[in-house]
């Protein structure tokens, strides 16, 4: 099974989480280097709204910057941004210059990570994960959304 945009508004997180799960490493640096890279991209962060869970961001803010490499030649990088502020949740594809805490990984993390398959404090350890600025937001953003397992 691929990933396909056409078919995630259809699809439960769970489903989707199922789906990236059955892909290897390879498979997905392979897409996500391609034509469906935006669109699969772009469908991912639409979900980040529909995830949050506001009773635990009372008193939150911040700006979590998603750095997702692997791209093709021409644009090797996509940059969005997730801003949580005090039990709000919003999603921008055009980051802005400031940022609490930004992300940078490659495509296979990033879907480990947007899946449950990953533990993202595991994947900072391990190096497969770049973490800047305030790492105590970038700890705590996970607990924020309901992250469906693959």
Same mark, same amino acid.
């Given at each position: 099974?691929?990933?396909?945009?056409? =078919?995630?508004?259809? /699809?439960?997180?769970?489903? #989707?989480?199922?789906?990236?799960?059955?892909?290897?490493?390879? $498979?997905?640096? &392979? !897409?996500?280097?391609?034509?469906?890279?935006?669109?699969?991209?772009?469908?991912?962060? $639409?979900? #980040?709204? $529909?995830?949050?869970?506001?009773?635990? +961001? +009372? @008193? !939150?803010?911040?700006?979590?910057?998603?750095?997702?490499?692997?791209?093709?030649?021409?644009?090797?990088?996509?940059?969005?941004?997730?801003? !949580?502020?005090?039990? =709000?949740? +919003?999603?921008?594809? &055009?980051?802005? &210059?400031?940022?609490?805490?930004?992300?940078?990984?490659?495509?296979?993390?990033?879907?480990? /990570?947007?899946? @449950?398959? @990953?533990?993202?404090? /595991?994947?900072?350890?391990? @190096?497969?994960?770049?973490?800047?600025?305030?790492?105590? =937001? +970038?700890?705590?953003?996970? =607990?924020?959304?309901?992250?469906?397992?693959?």
């Amino acid at each position: 099974m691929d990933l396909d945009p056409s =078919t995630f508004a259809s /699809m439960t997180p769970e489903e #989707f989480a199922q789906t990236a799960k059955q892909m290897s490493d390879k $498979e997905v640096s &392979e !897409v996500m280097s391609g034509e469906l890279r935006t669109p699969i991209l772009d469908a991912i962060f $639409e979900r #980040f709204p $529909e995830l949050f869970r506001p009773e635990r +961001a +009372a @008193g !939150v803010s911040s700006t979590i910057q998603f750095r997702i490499t692997g791209g093709p030649d021409d644009h090797p990088h996509d940059t969005y941004e997730i801003v !949580v502020d005090d039990g =709000t949740c +919003a999603v921008s594809p &055009e980051p802005g &210059e400031r940022y609490d805490t930004s992300l940078m990984m490659a495509p296979p993390e990033f879907l480990k /990570m947007v899946t @449950g398959r @990953g533990n993202p404090t /595991m994947l900072v350890m391990r @190096g497969k994960i770049k973490v800047k600025g305030d790492i105590a =937001t +970038a700890a705590k953003f996970p =607990t924020l959304f309901d992250i469906p397992k693959a």
